[in-house]
């Protein structure tokens, strides 16, 4: 794997551009209906009809997470699972002329994602319902749409039923919504599938097919030009069909186009093209659509594992579920890039939507920035987790939640494997089998060219009666079972493993087995990155603490989880540095300390916690008192100094698992880990002892946004001492102020015990960090951020919205 860039502020504006550059192609049929909206939360009856009084209601723009906004609560319906916060019922309405000129379009309102439960009404007439929050869907509001007049649509979102999932969800329309307009002759929402049928450095062809509706009482004979442009928007390939369609129908056509020389996506070089396709009715167009893809093939066996374009991979992987810390479950594009960005920078390669399919941003970061993603529908099928969970929606909607999935996701190249649940409860029953093989069916039929997996496991001794199970899917997902491959290779040999969830501590193990055996194919660890709800899975916690696993007891106020590689503001745990080491030999040394067991207390550690270990030289009152320094690395050896002294050389080859570790008294001062290459002295790392908290630290991930409404820059803050070293203990209380074109949506901490509101202008530190997020408002200007904190130097930031 190439070194990757860790320069976050880079890695954000590059995928930006690439992002806008594929969504300026869709303007013309597809109009942003995220803007002024109205919402009142509480169930509203008659908020369906037209002429509702909606004077009295919140003004706002979506994506709007409702649940975030309240208070944390131990009696809150949604209990450790969804974080302790709010659910219940609430009512959007917006109001929108369309012009008469639109008269003769086919109109469409498209929501990428409810949670859930949602209703959608235009003008007092319902469309539908949707109950699965995950899912993305259209109406046609044509027949109904008042043209030159003021049109109402109002949805009402039903999050009431508790519990209905194992993590926080959010409540409300939380991502983006869309209006569509197309002529009458038009290509299907999601009717372009765009393939790799062949591809190597010379040539590769590409199969794009399209499924044209004709709503005309009359046949048409049109024409379908298909080009493709490389990413310096020069012709790639063409073709030019001539087809007919009979009136009222569809017709899919299917076209090959070879292209020379082509660039392959890959996490390395994740390439992308697009293709232009236009329907001509004569010299007029009467549809045109743009899609980016990538071109790349993918095989896998048990014999050479999972090969990219030619070349074998191990699969370094991460779980996440879909919030975004401080925002809840509002998915805007930054967040969504930003998530994508920081998993990237961390190492990692591939990611699971677990257990759910993703936002659009999400995917089309993961196809710019390189991440391979195994898509996941969902996280039970008939048999229930929580009692209003998906288990009593899934006979009469999983073939249309399936087909959302694979229809809407199959052009991203990143998306290399879809999975159709995790850890399904009636999975020793011989009905999941043929559901598996209904699920999986289905997928193959929508897309034949990704491989259908689901995520297995077992807390008993139960094991090989899975097999039949396993041979339902085209790779067995093992959660927490990696021990058990070899032997099942024995017994199967075809059988292709991935572990879809992996304890973060196991990092060593598991690639060990990754990189041993050609049959195991990567590892997803649970998790890249800490996420609200599942309370305290992954928490470290001291003796005379509530003992116990998350699922044993009531933790509050822990809200969220522990688990990840990455904090919930960001930063990367050592574990998250440890983990690239070992996949990465680019990652060369990293240094941490261990905290000292009593230093804060006795330490007792949960099933998916690790040591808490820090970027930490400064352990006041520990002077002289012994202390573990560890030292991960690539190098054959390390040295580790302190003030100067040598206090010891270690190898830290495969036999050492890639990790030393130095046991000595603790003294303040610098601490410094060196690589060794032939006895010669390379890499450094250094910690160094903080003096008292003085100054604040401002360090955005940008300094310019777009003057939309919804572009973000986060800002980390950071306490350190008078000389600017990081002071890890500090815990001072912090007060921000946004003015200008610009305000505060959040503010968080990496404490998932502090419940303090993430919407707020004021937030504690912890371990001397904490996170300020800035929306643009829609207008041009400066934004001026400013943080105080009692008895520190107050730091202001400028930052511009054009």
Not at 258 to 287: C, F
Not at 513 to 539: C, H, K, Q
Not at 590 to 612: D, F, R
Not at 742 to 754: E, F, H, K, W, Y
Request: hydrophobic fraction near 35%; glycine fraction near 8%.
């Amino acid at each position: 794997m190439k070194k990757i860039i860790s320069f976050l502020p880079l890695l954000l504006a590059l995928v930006s551009i690439s992002l806008n550059a594929q969504m300026k192609k869709s303007t013309d049929r597809k109009t942003k209906f995220d803007y002024d909206w109205k919402f009142k939360l509480g169930d509203h009856p008659d908020a369906s009809n037209a002429n509702y009084n909606d004077a009295g209601w919140r003004n706002l723009d979506l994506p709007h997470d409702w649940s975030i906004e309240g208070t944390f609560d131990a009696k809150n319906p949604m209990g450790k699972d969804g974080g302790y916060l709010p659910a219940g019922i609430g009512w959007y309405r917006k109001t929108v002329t369309i012009p008469a000129l639109q008269k003769g379009k086919k109109l469409s309102l498209y929501f990428e994602g409810v949670y859930m439960n949602s209703e959608v009404f235009i003008n007092g007439t319902s469309l539908g319902v949707r109950p699965y929050g995950y899912s993305s869907f259209s109406y046609d509001i044509t027949p109904y749409v008042k043209f030159g007049q003021n049109n109402v649509i109002a949805v009402r979102v039903d999050n009431s039923q508790q519990k209905n999932c194992r993590w926080y969800s959010g409540s409300g329309i939380y991502r983006h919504v869309w209006l569509t307009a197309t002529n009458p002759v038009h290509t299907d929402p999601w009717g372009v599938a765009i393939a790799t049928r062949h591809a190597d450095r010379k040539q590769a062809t590409v199969n794009v097919k399209a499924v044209l509706q004709n709503e005309t009482s009359l046949s048409k004979s049109v024409q379908l030009a298909i080009q493709l442009y490389d990413a310096n928007n020069k012709k790639a390939g063409n073709k030019e069909l001539t087809v007919s369609i009979p009136s009222n129908s569809n017709k899919e056509v299917s076209a090959n186009i070879a292209v020379n020389a082509p660039n392959l996506w890959s996490p390395d070089m994740p390439y992308l093209y697009n293709a232009e396709i236009k329907i001509l009715d004569g010299k007029n167009i009467v549809d045109e659509i743009s899609q980016s893809f990538g071109i790349r093939a993918i095989e896998y066996s048990a014999d050479k594992g999972f090969v990219l374009n030619g070349k074998h991979i191990n699969i370094s992987g991460s779980c996440v579920h879909h919030d975004n810390g401080a925002l809840g479950a509002a998915a805007y594009d930054h967040a969504e890039i930003r998530k994508v960005a920081l998993l990237k920078s961390a190492g990692f390669n591939a990611v699971r939507t677990s257990h759910n399919p993703p936002s659009e941003a999400f995917l089309n970061a993961c196809d710019s920035l390189g991440l391979l993603v195994m898509d996941e529908a969902f996280d039970g099928w008939r048999e229930k987790k929580n009692t209003y969970d998906y288990s009593i929606y899934f006979d009469a909607w999983w073939q249309k939640d399936i087909e959302a999935m694979v229809l809407r996701d199959r052009n991203h190249p990143s998306v290399v494997f879809w999975s159709t649940g995790n850890e399904i409860i009636e999975r020793k029953s011989p009905e999941a089998i043929e559901t598996a093989q209904k699920l999986g069916g289905l997928i193959r039929k929508l897309d034949p060219t990704r491989p259908v997996t689901s995520a297995m496991t077992a807390w008993d001794e139960d094991w090989e009666i899975f097999d039949p199970l396993f041979a339902a899917h085209d790779i067995g997902g093992y959660n927490y079972q990696m021990y058990h491959a070899e032997e099942d290779h024995k017994r199967v040999p075809n059988r292709i493993i991935v572990q879809t969830e992996s304890f973060p501590r196991d990092a060593f193990s598991n690639w060990k087995a990754v990189n041993d055996l050609p049959y195991v194919i990567g590892d997803f660890v649970w998790t890249g990155m800490d996420y609200l709800g599942e309370s305290s899975i992954g928490r470290y916690y001291y003796k005379g603490e509530i003992e116990g696993q998350h699922w044993q007891a009531e933790f509050f106020p822990w809200h969220g989880a522990y688990c990840g590689d990455i904090d919930l503001i960001g930063w990367r745990k050592p574990i998250s540095h440890y983990r690239e080491i070992l996949y990465s030999s680019s990652k060369k040394i990293y240094l941490a300390v261990k905290e000292p067991n009593n230093y804060h207390g006795e330490i007792k550690e949960t099933m998916w916690s690790v040591w808490p270990t820090w970027e930490s030289w400064t352990w006041p009152g520990h002077e002289g008192k012994s202390i573990e320094v560890e030292v991960y690395s690539n190098y054959d050896k390390v040295r580790l100094y302190c003030n100067g002294a040598l206090i010891g050389e270690k190898p830290t080859t495969r036999n050492e698992e890639f990790k030393a570790v130095f046991k000595m008294p603790y003294q303040p001062g610098e601490l410094k880990a060196v690589g060794i290459v032939n006895d010669k002295e390379t890499e450094i790392r250094t910690l160094k002892t903080a003096g008292e908290t003085a100054k604040i630290k401002l360090r955005p991930d940008n300094t310019t946004l777009k003057a939309d409404g919804q572009d973000l820059i986060y800002v980390t803050v950071e306490l350190t001492d008078a000389q600017g070293i990081p002071q890890p203990n500090a815990e001072n209380q912090l007060t921000f102020e946004a003015t200008g074109a610009g305000t505060i949506v959040g503010v968080a901490n990496a404490n998932l015990q502090d419940i303090d509101p993430y919407m707020a202008t004021h937030r504690k530190a912890w371990k001397g960090q904490a996170l300020v997020i800035i929306k643009s408002k829609r207008e041009k200007g400066a934004i001026l951020l400013k943080a105080t904190s009692p008895g520190l130097q107050s730091q202001t930031l400028t930052l511009e919205a054009k």
